[in-house]
C-alpha cells in the first residue's frame, strides 16, 4: 500500500517544476499555436481478492490475488491555423501483481515464473476536432507485455456533432493482435495431447457505435451497441480441468466468439449538487453467456470544492455450455473449462469516491488541481470477494 503513496508524490516536485516552466514560456507564446501540457493524470491503486475456485487447480483452490497498478496519463494540445484542435494522449501503465493460483502451475510454491508478473502498458493517441464543423477523428496504439501474454492494439474512431450540438454519433474500431505463451501444467508437458511450447495467436476485434444526446438542461443519455469478434486460441494453457475420472487435462475452448454488448447510459442533475448517473448493459455471446449489469452512482456536491460519490453495481449472468465444476467432465466433452469466470453467478460492488478540487491546489500546488479517492467491495455468490482503493492526482 505504501508504494501507491509513493509513487504519486514522487511526481509532484517534477511536476511543480515544470509548471513554473511552462508559465514563462507562455508569456511570450500564442497560446493557440503552441503544443502544451493540457492536464496529467496519476492514478495509482491497490487491489486484493480471496476466493477458493482457482482454474489453474481445476476450480478448487485459493484465487488469493494481490495487484498494484500506477498510471500516468499525459494529454497535450495544440491549434492549428485553421483552428482544428489537435490532441495527443500519452499514456503508460504498469501492473505488478502476486498469485496464489498461478503459483501453482508447477505444483510448489514459489515455483511458478508466473506466481508474480508486472504489466507493462503503454498507449499513444491522436484526436484531431474540427470545433466548426463538430467532427472527430482519432487513431491510436497501445502495447502490453507480461510473462505469458503479449498485445499489440490499434483503433480508429470517427465522431460528428448534430446542427444544434446536443447530439453526437461516434463509430470506433478496435483491433488486438496477441501472442499467447504456451505455459502447460507441469504434469502434462510430456502428453502429445498438450500445448506446451511456443506461442499461439489470439486475435480480437471490436466495433463499436454510440449515440448521445442531451435532452435537457438536466438529462442526457447515451445509447452504444459493440460487435467483437475473437479468434484463435482463446483458452489459457496453464488451466487444469479435472475429468469424472480423476485424470487432469489442459483446458479447451473453441476458437472463435462472438460478443454482443448493448448499453444505455444517462445522467440527471437534480438541483445545483446532485448528480444521479444511471447505466444498465445486456450482453450475450455464442459460447451461451447471457448477463445483465445495473449500475448507479450519486455524486453530492457538499462544498464548491468538495463531493462525495458512493456507488453500486449488480451484475448476473448465466454460465457457457463449456463450463462444469471441478471433476465433472468426462471424454464425451468436445470442450471444457472449470473457469468460474465463465460460470452462472451473481454479483455486488458497492463503495464510494470522494472528489476534492481546492482552490488552492492539493498540498499548496495550485497547477495539482484534484485528488479523488475511491473505494469498493466486491462480493461474487462464487464466495469471491476483493477490494480496490485507487488515488487519482490531476494535474491542469
Avoid at 485459493?62 to 484542435?85: F, P
Avoid at 508437458?189 to 448521445?212: I, V
Avoid at 448528480?275 to 445483465?292: A, E, K, L, N, V
Avoid at 479523488?372 to 482503493?389: C, K, P, V
Wanted: aromatic share 12%; glycine share 8%; proline share 3%.
Amino acid at each position: 500500500m505504501k508504494r501507491i503513496f509513493i509513487t504519486g508524490l514522487a511526481l509532484l516536485g517534477l511536476m511543480k517544476a515544470y509548471a513554473q516552466a511552462e508559465k514563462e514560456q507562455d508569456s511570450t507564446a500564442y497560446k493557440n499555436r503552441k503544443l502544451k501540457i493540457e492536464e496529467i493524470d496519476l492514478v495509482s491503486s491497490y487491489y486484493r481478492q480471496n476466493g477458493n475456485n482457482a482454474v489453474v487447480t481445476g476450480g478448487i483452490g485459493s484465487e488469493k490475488l494481490t495487484d498494484i497498478s500506477n498510471i500516468i496519463d499525459l494529454n497535450l494540445v495544440k491549434y492549428g491555423e485553421n483552428g482544428i484542435k489537435h490532441n495527443y494522449n500519452i499514456e503508460v501503465g504498469v501492473d505488478h501483481y502476486t498469485s496464489a493460483s498461478s503459483d501453482r502451475v508447477d505444483l510448489q510454491a514459489n515455483s511458478s515464473a508466473s506466481s508474480s508478473d508486472t504489466r507493462f502498458y503503454p498507449s499513444l493517441n491522436y484526436i484531431r476536432e474540427n470545433e466548426q464543423k463538430g467532427t472527430t477523428l482519432g487513431v491510436g496504439l497501445s502495447s502490453s507485455t507480461e510473462y505469458d501474454y503479449q498485445s499489440f492494439g490499434g483503433n480508429i474512431s470517427y465522431a460528428k456533432k448534430t446542427n444544434d450540438r446536443n447530439g453526437e454519433f461516434t463509430a470506433r474500431l478496435n483491433v488486438f493482435l496477441d501472442q499467447v505463451k504456451m505455459v502447460a501444467p507441469i504434469e502434462l508437458r510430456n502428453d502429445p495431447d498438450t500445448k506446451a511450447s511456443g506461442n499461439s495467436a489470439r486475435n480480437t476485434f471490436a466495433g463499436s457505435l454510440s449515440y448521445s444526446q442531451v435532452i435537457n438542461a438536466d438529462f442526457q443519455l447515451l445509447f452504444q451497441a459493440d460487435i467483437v469478434s475473437q479468434q484463435g486460441y482463446l483458452a489459457l494453457p496453464f488451466h487444469r480441468v479435472y475429468f469424472t475420472d480423476g485424470s487432469v487435462h489442459q483446458e479447451k475452448l473453441p476458437d472463435s466468439r462472438l460478443k454482443i454488448p448493448l448499453a444505455i447510459r444517462g445522467s440527471y442533475f437534480l438541483g445545483d449538487n446532485i448528480i444521479i448517473r444511471g447505466y444498465y448493459r445486456f450482453y450475450s455471446d455464442d459460447w451461451g453467456i447471457t448477463s445483465h449489469t445495473a449500475n448507479i452512482e450519486i455524486p453530492i456536491k457538499l462544498s464548491p470544492f468538495f463531493s462525495v460519490s458512493p456507488f453500486y453495481r449488480y451484475y448476473n449472468q448465466t454460465a457457457a455450455r463449456y463450463f462444469d465444476a471441478f471433476q465433472s467432465h468426462n471424454a464425451l466433452d468436445e470442450f471444457y473449462t472449470s473457469n468460474y469466470d465463465l460460470s452462472k453467478f451473481n454479483s455486488n460492488f458497492i463503495g464510494m469516491g470522494i472528489h476534492i478540487t481546492p482552490i488552492n491546489g492539493i498540498f499548496g500546488i495550485k497547477e495539482l488541481a484534484m485528488l479523488e479517492i475511491r473505494y469498493g467491495h466486491y462480493i461474487r455468490s462464487t464466495n469471491l470477494d476483493s477490494d480496490i482503493i485507487s488515488i487519482n492526482l490531476k494535474f491542469k
